[in-house]
């Protein structure tokens, strides 16, 4: 029974590997949906389910060639070019991009020591991470002390950044402490793994980058989809930033009365 087991076992490790099956694996992958090139790092990046699976499967690629290997990503390509066809995920059509940071952040970092840095940090996370879901976004990616995030609706995103900047102003009501800037832009970035690339992300975090502590800005291509009755916004009379068309114009939201 073990000799048979053993040799059952060989002969499965020889047609996982064989260089025939492995280049009809490969080619029919150029055939499904999605990317054929799901398994490198930057397309399985992410927390999502078919991700943490990906980035399994893509470890055993480091150990050795594995038609079963490319069969499993096969499938979860499949699985997410599916899940990102759904009318309701973002990343189909038009999605606004939202990047935030605190500003002036390094400064008071210098004065007030990491502790209290990190101890900031952890605040604005619990106030403001829980708002994205609320608004309808996702969480792209943390960055030290901002995030990306993308809406599927520009209004959600707006009172998204609405809402992040007033919660952060509460907290720095509490002392000296660095107020919330945003910034946001519509476009339709390209989709890789868990995250987004392009011209349209670059030229959402200039306008991120070019917003006032505590205030909020758009470009114009968001400006134009949202519900302005809700919100007073002004146009901002310059605003010029490398690798940003010079069409690109930002608005930012007055505060209410």
């Known amino acids: 029974m073990g000799r048979q087991f053993t040799r059952g076992r060989r002969v499965l490790e020889y047609l996982d590997q064989h260089p025939r099956l492995l280049a009809f694996v490969e080619r029919v992958r150029t055939l499904l949906p999605g990317d054929p090139g799901y398994g490198d790092p930057l397309s399985v990046s992410g927390s999502r389910t078919s991700n943490v699976l990906g980035q399994q499967l893509a470890n055993l690629a ?20 599916y899940a990102s066809s759904q009318p309701n995920a973002v990343g189909t059509a038009d999605v606004s991009l939202v990047f935030t940071d605190l500003g002036k952040f390094s400064d008071w970092t210098l ?4 502790d209290a840095a990190l101890a900031l940090l952890r605040e604005v996370s619990a106030e403001v991470e829980p708002m994205i879901g609320m608004h309808g976004g996702r969480l792209v990616k943390r960055l030290g ?10 209004d959600g995103a707006l009172e998204f950044m609405i809402g992040a900047r007033d919660a952060v102003d509460a907290l720095a009501s509490n002392g000296d402490r660095p107020r919330m800037r945003c910034g946001a832009h519509l476009g339709k970035p390209s989709k890789l793994g868990g995250d987004y690339f392009g011209a349209d992300v670059n030229i959402a975090a200039r306008v991120a980058a070019a917003a006032a ?5 758009v470009s114009s291509s968001m400006y134009e989809q949202l519900d302005l009755d809700r919100h007073e916004l002004r146009k901002r009379l310059w605003f010029r930033a490398k690798g940003v068309p010079a069409e690109v114009r930002v608005y930012t939201v007055m505060a209410d009365d």
């Open 111 to 114: 004065k007030v020591g990491d």
């Open 213 to 217: 502590p505590g205030e909020v800005l």
């Open 145 to 154: 002390d901002g995030l990306m995030a993308v809406f599927a609706e520009p």
């Open 62 to 81: 480091n150990r050795k060639p594995s038609a079963l290997r490319e069969f499993g990503l096969g499938a979860l390509q499949v699985w997410q070019a």
